[in-house]
Every structure is written in C-alpha cells, then in structure tokens.
C-alpha cells in the first residue's frame, strides 16, 4: 500500500521568500507528525496533529513557522521569509493514533529544504 | 541540548565484526524505539522496547532497555554491509519522541 509522502522533494529558495511542504499521510491515520533534521543531528520535533487539531504548537523554533492540516488528511508546513538556518530536511510521519509507544509512526521520504 | 546521546557517533567496521552503540538520557522515558534511516529516505522503525531491563532480539540485532529505563544498547553481531546506516535512538512522551543525534554506521566488505 502505499506509504506516506512527502512534496516537493527538494526545494531551494532564497532567503526572504515564502515557502509550503506538503504532507500526505497513510488513509487512515489519524496522528501526524513533522519533524526537522538538521546535518549531524537527530530529529527535532515541530508539531503534531490528532485529527485537524494542533494542540502544541510549542515546537515551532518561531512564529514564521505554521502548519494545517484539513480534512484529517494532507498536512502542509509554511516557513514565511525563510532564513538560511530553515536549510534543513522536513520530515513528517503518520500513525494510526496518538500514543507514540503503541502506535508506530511511519515517515516520509522528507523534504530537502535549502535556503540560499 | 538533545534529550539523548547516542555514541558513538561514527563507527566505521569490517564485516563479520561485532557492534554496540548506545543510547544515555537522564529522563525516564514510557519506551524507547530504535529506528535506522539510509540516504534520502525517513527513518524506518526496528523494535520498540517498553519494559525496564528489557532485551529484544531480532536475529542479529540485540536491543537492552536499562532497568531505570533511561539508557539502552543496540547490539548487532557479524555486521553484514547491509546494516549501514543511521541508527536513532527515540524516547517515547505522552504524545511525541524526542530523538538522539544517531550513530553511522558503516560496514566494509
């Protein structure tokens, strides 16, 4: 079936500009999840969504970044007047539902984000 | 500041050699999952461990979980060039995983 994926998935933009990520989630799963992966690091985590509800926001690193979800389906991720220190790989994951130790979160293939 | 601290961070074998990279935090986690990630691609889940002391295994990979259920260990034996790779150690929240920088692994034929 098919798995979570991720657009565009690679994009380059200069510093200024406005850009989207979109996320589409495995049918079905009600939990989703960005994450960011910096070069030599792990993955922070941004948000998460139960439905199209984002109850912790607290995760976004500043107020240029925001996300939505609609339709408990497609999820999009919008950095405005992207810096260079957003270059980095957006990764968003799926799960069946919430509980992160029963529910095992399968992860998009990412996108490169490179900010020039 | 991450929550875990995998070392080593590079680990560079010859295959048929054994291997032990480990996962240190000083918070309690509800579990702990081990994931490995390759180029160009998300990381891809390899075990879930939930109970302190816990020891799983999946033919060559040994995971540990530490009886405090702060700490654990992944164990491969006669590393193949197939285990190459990313491993992430991830500590479970109520609602999120909080992840460590990773271990490269690199096994040479």
């Known amino acids: 079936g098919a798995g979570v994926s991720q657009s565009p998935s690679n994009k380059v933009t200069e510093k200024g500009k406005d850009v989207e990520l979109r996320c589409d989630p495995i049918s079905g799963h009600t939990a989703l999840y960005w994450y960011r992966q910096s070069l030599g690091q792990g993955l922070e985590f941004l948000i998460y969504f139960q439905g199209n509800s984002a109850p912790d926001k607290s995760g976004l690193p500043s107020d240029r970044f925001s996300a939505e979800r609609t339709g408990g389906s497609v999820s999009t991720l919008t950095i405005q007047r992207t810096q260079q220190e957003d270059s980095a790989v957006y990764l968003c994951?799926?799960?069946?539902?919430?509980?992160?130790?029963?529910?095992?979160?399968?992860f998009g293939p990412g996108t490169r984000l490179t900010v020039l | 500041t991450q929550l875990l601290e995998q070392s080593p961070q590079f680990l560079s074998i010859q295959e048929g050699e054994n291997l032990t990279v480990y996962c240190n935090s000083s918070s309690v986690f509800s579990s702990l999952q081990w994931y490995r990630q390759e180029p160009g691609e998300g990381p891809v889940l390899l075990v879930t461990?939930?109970?302190?002391?816990e020891v799983k295994k999946l033919k060559r990979l040994t995971f540990q979980f530490g009886d405090a259920r702060k700490d654990s260990s992944l164990h491969i034996t006669a590393a193949q060039p197939g285990d190459t790779g990313l491993y992430l150690c991830a500590g479970a929240g109520d609602y999120k995983l909080s992840f460590g920088a990773g271990t490269t692994v690199t096994v040479r034929a």
């Open positions: 994951a799926s799960s069946l539902a919430l509980s992160v130790s029963y529910n095992e979160q399968f």
């Open positions: 461990v939930v109970t302190g002391g």
